[in-house]
């Protein structure tokens, strides 16, 4: 394909092993860990921190090598196996998109770990948490890596069960493992979308190859029907990792989690997935006006839907979990008004303030033994290192000037313009509902009265707070310092596309197709979302901080929007009553329960009865007798000479 042979030309160099050793260190962690050293806590957690560091170094070695290259495109493929006509290899892929995702990954996912050793100090599962944890980063990292979709599709999954493990870690507490199960649920839903589309493009194009596949698309050579559906095929797998509208209902309930683990997940990893899949096929979407179209729709309601859900909420880290999923979709948005950039912008600076603003929860969690923001108050004096990078991370993600968030944030408001008014203005109203619930939550838990915190009850297995909530303090060192070092790339991140530079780079990892718009900076754009930004935190501040307007008569005033925003939409319910007690609980799960005791359970025992019926039946010749032997012997030489016979007849 000449696609190929023009990235081959101008690869860079970087040793392959290099991009394998990214892949092995954490997985080396995690086997290390599980086999060796799980009841070993301290060196369990000096082993993720050390497998991990390693990916990192040599992820920030391998960006500064593609940007000296330009961009350029570096695969390296083996064959994995054959069957009949299905060829599939193993390999890497390493290009700007690539780069940027290695750095998030591993730079977030290092920092969590160092965060992780001061806040899961003294839980039981401590070694089997920092396993967990290698597996997760190795999954994410082999899913950035790949350079085949089937190779692809196979860390996706590793992505998904490793979530299952960590959100359900303290599967002993009833909630945590209902929230695994709901989230391994949901998005296995939004995989079948994507494993449909694996299928689908070996039958049309004959290749997995990310590279064939953007050719494929590109070239004309299939019909507009069939590149949709695959485009909606990825975007529904992306639709499921990445929280999308209707598929985000699990999202919220991951945190039951270890507070890292929401930071990782929201930040770096799993959520992360679905945008960068939809990223990576970008050349897909763009030939298909249809997929683009769903994409940006979906993304905006996603984003306006989750915006109000979190206006209500009164526990700190579900007001970050609902603020992930309308980022997400913020993100998803750009994708499908072709803003290509943007998007991947937006995911590279959100995960740096992100992880902040969760790991603060984290920190504040530490000290209160709760995050019910109703039982805070008055900790910006008490935990001031926390207080300040709180205010931080929450300034960039409402779009402050000139912090991170405000420069990628603009950029996505510019492409919804140029794409669809109507998609603007509903990406302007979750600008200013982000800063209104983000300082909303900085007044309840930061300003006023303390209010005491939660109770430590010391007779609950599921109790895992040490301290007296009764007088909160700092954080110690462990968890103290990745807030101080996150807060740098929360102000600077945004720096880096100033003069266009990140777009530029990561733009070489799409083929040359006929429409990339430019990125440009427009004024209108940025001060009237700066403005509703700035509006948004007065409000806040009127109600939450000065108290000039009553919270709760703003609720009367507003309770049917107020009651269907606390009820999520009803979504939960719906899916609850109608699928889960409902049709499957009366039908499908009838039918798999049938299934289970006729077909599995009938197939099984009754191998065991054949097996000892045969059995019963051969006892009275094994008598000890050698004719007996020998006559069972030459039965069984001539059965098996008539049996060639009859099959092979002369």
């Keep these: 394909m000449p696609f190929l042979e023009a990235a081959a030309a101008k690869s860079p160099t970087i040793d392959e092993w290099l991009l394998w050793a990214i892949l092995a260190s954490p997985l080396t962690a995690w086997g290390l860990i599980a086999l060796y050293f799980r009841r070993l806590p301290a ?40 069957a009949g006509d299905v060829v599939v290899n193993l390999g890497v892929r390493v290009d700007g998109l690539t780069a940027v995702m290695l750095v998030v990954v591993t730079s977030v996912s290092l920092l969590v770990q160092v965060y992780s050793t001061g806040y899961m100090a003294g839980d039981a599962g401590y070694g089997r948490y920092f396993a967990h944890m290698c597996l997760f980063t190795t999954s994410m990292l082999g899913l950035v890596l790949a350079d085949n979709l089937f190779m692809l599709f196979i860390f996706w999954e590793l992505v998904g069960l490793s979530s299952y493990l960590l959100i359900g870690f303290w599967f002993h507490k009833p909630s945590a493992a209902a929230a695994a199960k709901k989230a391994f649920i949901v998005t296995r839903i939004g995989d079948l979308g994507l494993l449909a589309a694996l299928l689908l493009i070996w039958s049309r194009a004959g290749t997995f190859d990310i590279a064939g596949i953007h050719h494929w698309a590109a070239s004309g050579e299939a019909s507009d029907k069939i590149v949709t559906l695959f485009a909606l095929g990825i975007f529904a797998g992306a639709a499921g990792k990445s929280a999308q509208f209707p598929l985000h209902v699990w999202l919220p309930d991951a945190m039951e ?42 993304g905006a309601a996603t984003a306006l839907i989750a915006a109000t859900i979190a206006l209500v909420q009164t526990d700190l880290k579900r007001v970050l979990a609902y603020s992930t999923v309308s980022q997400l979709g913020y993100m998803m948005l750009a994708l499908g008004a072709l803003g290509y950039v943007a998007a991947i912008f937006h995911l590279f600076t959100h995960a740096f303030f992100k992880a902040l603003l969760f790991l603060g929860s984290g920190s504040v969690n530490h000290g209160t033994n709760t995050f019910d923001m109703r039982k805070m108050g008055g900790l910006r004096k008490k935990m001031p290192v926390t207080f300040w990078t709180f205010v931080i991370g929450s300034l ?165 929007l107020a009651g269907v925003f606390e009820r999520k939409y009803f979504l939960d319910d719906i899916y609850e009553d109608i ?59 001539i059965i098996f000479v008539l049996a060639v016979f009859a099959a092979n007849p002369l």
């Design 257 to 298: 989690g270890p507070t890292p683990v929401s930071a990782l997940i929201h930040a770096a990893t799993m959520v992360a997935a679905g945008v960068y899949l939809v990223a990576r096929f970008f050349p897909v979407f763009e030939v298909s006006a249809d997929a683009s179209e769903v994409v940006a729709w979906i």
């Design 43 to 82: 060196v369990a957690g000096y082993l993720a921190i050390a497998g991990i560091g390693i990916s990192c170094v040599i992820s920030f070695v391998t960006l500064f090598n593609v940007i000296d290259a330009d961009g350029a495109i570096a695969q390296h493929t083996h064959e994995w196996f054959t």
């Design 396 to 560: 960039s993600l409402a779009g402050i000037f000139p912090l991170a968030g405000f420069w990628s944030k603009d950029e996505i408001l510019l492409d919804a313009w140029r794409y669809d008014r109507a998609l603007w203005f509903m990406a302007a109203t979750v600008a200013f509902m982000t800063a209104f619930y983000m300082f909303r939550a900085i007044f309840l838990t930061f300003f006023g009265e303390y209010k005491g915190g939660e109770p430590v009850d010391h007779h609950d297995p599921d109790n895992h707070f040490h301290g007296d909530p009764a007088h909160p303090h700092e954080s110690p060192w462990p968890m103290r310092a990745p807030l101080l070092i996150l807060a740098v790339p929360a102000v600077l991140a945004g720096l880096f596309n100033v003069n266009h530079d990140f777009g530029d780079f990561i733009n070489h990892a799409l083929p040359e197709l006929p429409h990339h718009d430019e990125s440009t900076f427009e004024w209108g754009i940025a001060l009237s979302s700066l403005g509703l930004a700035l509006a948004g935190i007065g409000l806040a501040w009127a109600i939450y901080y000065k108290r000039w307007v009553a919270s709760a008569s703003l609720r009367e005033v507003f309770l049917p």
């Design 579 to 637: 699928f889960v007690r409902g049709i499957f609980h009366r039908g499908w799960n009838r039918l798999l329960e049938l299934n289970d005791r006729y077909v599995i359970e009938g197939v099984v025992n009754g191998s065991g009865r054949l097996v000892r019926g045969v059995s019963n039946g051969l006892r009275p010749i094994q008598n000890g007798l050698l004719q007996t032997y020998g006559l069972g012997f030459a039965a069984g030489v």
